[in-house]
Nanobody, 115 residues
Framework: QVQVVESGGDLVQPGGSLRLSCIAS????????MGWYRQAPGRQREFVAR???????DYGDYVNERFTISRDKVKNSVYLQMNNLKPEDTAVYFC?????????WGQGTQVTVSS
């Protein structure tokens, strides 16, 4: 059974930083895509970042080099370092693993950017 668990969400002031963590269990995900989406109130879920098993990364257009995704393959984990956070980054951030065209999702972690 696949489990995906996020952590690290918090309340942070504009311009601040956060590091989200996600750990997946149930399989060896070293060769699979792991990444992040987010969903703000009243909006559709949107793509944030992903990393393939070979290390290729993709980011949402709005990220503008503020976010960095990384992985620890031994731990089946993926991380999202977010810098220079803005109020519009406020959302629930969801981690996912993609295997055989199936997405496995976590429950999400809340990020709130507010003064």
């Amino acid at each position: 059974q696949v489990q995906v668990v996020e952590s690290g969400g918090d309340l942070v002031q504009p311009g601040g930083s956060l590091r989200l963590s996600c750990i997946a269990s149930g399989f060896d995900f070293r060769l699979d895509v792991m990444g992040w989406y987010r969903q703000a109130p009243g909006r559709q879920r949107e793509f944030v970042a992903r990393m393939t098993g070979l290390g290729r990364t993709d980011y949402g257009d709005y990220v503008n080099e503020r976010f960095t995704i990384s992985r620890d393959k031994v731990k089946n984990s993926v991380y999202l370092q977010m810098n220079n956070l803005k109020p519009e980054d406020t959302a629930v951030y969801f981690c996912y693993v993609e295997r055989d065209k199936t997405h496995y999702w976590g429950q999400g972690t809340q990020v709130t950017v507010s003064s």
